[in-house]
């Protein structure tokens, strides 16, 4: 079975870029039909689909951050990564990184079946 565990700095400057890590085992982030996703969640709002990464490397992103988010990954190490540049209280929030399985992509949180616990970030000084 799918695990995943996010990794990063709970506590971001304003204007900086955040930085996360997402480190999953029990399948490969390169096996076909797998989708590899990162999500938050807002203290008093709803979970936010952020963007996400196929197993083929291609990756979607929300329009709503797509000027200042950036995907990536590491094969060798089964891991892929968040970056958030100029981030602002507003990026306050839980970051979740989340797998599909099933061959499709998706752009709403709920729909992924696999997740890590969770990451608490504060961006503040």
């Known amino acids: 079975q799918v695990q995943l565990q996010e990794s990063g700095p709970g506590l971001v400057k304003p204007s900086q870029t955040l930085s996360l890590t997402c480190t999953v085992s029990g399948d490969s982030i390169t096996r076909m039909h797998t989708a590899w996703a990162w999500i938050r969640q807002s203290p008093g709002k709803g979970l936010e689909w952020m963007g996400v990464?196929?197993?083929?490397?291609?990756?979607y992103y929300s329009p709503s951050l797509k000027s200042r988010i950036s995907i990536s990954r590491d094969t060798s190490k089964n891991q892929f990564s968040l970056q958030l540049s100029s981030v602002t209280p507003e990026d306050t929030a839980v970051y979740y990184c989340?797998?599909?399985?099933?061959?499709?992509?998706?752009?709403?949180?709920?729909?992924?079946?696999?997740w890590g616990k969770g990451t608490q970030v504060t961006v503040g000084s």
């Open positions: 990464k196929t197993y083929g490397d291609i990756t």
């Open positions: 989340a797998a599909e399985t099933d061959g499709a992509i998706y752009d709403t949180a709920q729909r992924y079946d696999y």
